[in-house]
């Protein structure tokens, strides 16, 4: 069942169109990718579901309201972590819950969660003496605290170490396995493959491509490589294989081009004539290659 439903969302400032016909569904139970280089309109559009901003054009749909019309019903029903959320450098660890859940009719108790999320330990540390961690913990808690259906995460990882940003994913994993439907904002091509359910590809204020991460990355007619060493045997006819784009030869090493599933008619192709290899490699295609080949840019490249 899908809990939110966004239908051709438009909004311009001026002359800069920043949403230009934006659908997608997020259905109950996943986690929900919005990915994308910053400045493609993936904050904007979650500000609007959220009810924080008005569209220009559309129809947006979460949990059966309309956040220009129902925004106070439905602030009771989702948690938000914003982009740049920031909380005064003193305000203690419990004031901060407590005063969260003060904003809602039926909160969750803020004890349990604050020792849910680990941070009992902080319960009297101020804010500013948090590690980055520590403050998305808290983060995450916030926008627990109302007891939401859904939880918007927009760039939750942003400025973590890489071990933080792991056990900031585990908790993410978490929230959803608690029975929270998740939507994850992030420009971080590894998060979203690790975490999301399915995606949503933004360029340029559109959806360019929605499917899971896997069916994204099989999508793609990109061209990749493989190589091994040669132990035995003559590769010959390698070039003439299905999906083969390439080969060269350095001595006994082999690097083989191509696309589609060219890997598979290749190792099969040496297993009959009986060529034995060593330490083959096959380059792994990541969503970074489905950007490219759905925008015909690299991810980092704004225009």
């Given amino acids: 069942m899908a809990v939110i439903e966004v239908n051709g969302l438009r909004k311009s400032y001026g002359e800069l169109t920043v949403l230009d016909g934006v659908s997608f569904s997020v259905e109950e139970g996943e986690i929900f990718g919005i990915l994308g280089p910053n400045g493609t309109g993936k904050t904007t559009t979650v500000e609007c579901v959220e009810g924080l901003r008005q569209p220009d054009d559309g129809s947006i749909s979460v949990l059966g309201l309309d956040p220009a019309k129902d925004g106070r019903r439905l602030r009771e029903r989702i948690g938000v972590q914003l982009q740049h ?68 995460l927009d760039e939750l990882t942003t400025g973590l170490d890489p071990q933080a940003r792991r056990t900031t994913w585990e908790l993410i994993k978490r929230v959803r396995a608690s029975g929270v439907t998740v939507v994850l904002v992030s420009h971080f091509m590894d998060e979203v493959e690790e975490l999301c359910d399915r995606v949503a590809v933004f360029d340029r204020g559109r959806v360019v491509a929605l499917d899971t991460p896997a069916g994204l990355i099989d999508g793609i007619d990109a061209e990749h490589r493989m190589s091994f060493t040669l132990m035995d045997g003559e590769p010959a006819g390698l070039a003439d294989l299905p999906g083969v784009t390439g080969v060269s030869r350095t001595g006994d090493r082999v690097v083989v081009s191509g696309r589609a599933d060219f890997a598979t008619a290749v190792t099969a192709h040496l297993a009959r004539h009986h060529v034995l290899v060593s330490d083959l490699r096959i380059d792994k295609r990541t969503l970074d290659d489905a950007f490219i080949a759905l925008t015909g840019r690299s991810f980092g490249t704004k225009e």
């Fill in 85 to 152: 959320t920031q909380l005064p450098e003193n305000i203690k660890v419990w004031e901060a819950l407590d005063l969260y859940a003060s904003f809602y009719a039926q909160p969750r108790d803020w004890r349990e969660l604050m020792a849910e999320w680990g941070l009992d330990e902080k319960r009297d540390a101020r804010f500013g003496k948090l590690s980055g961690g520590q403050k998305q913990r808290l983060f995450i808690a916030l926008a627990l605290v109302g007891n939401p259906r859904v939880a918007f």
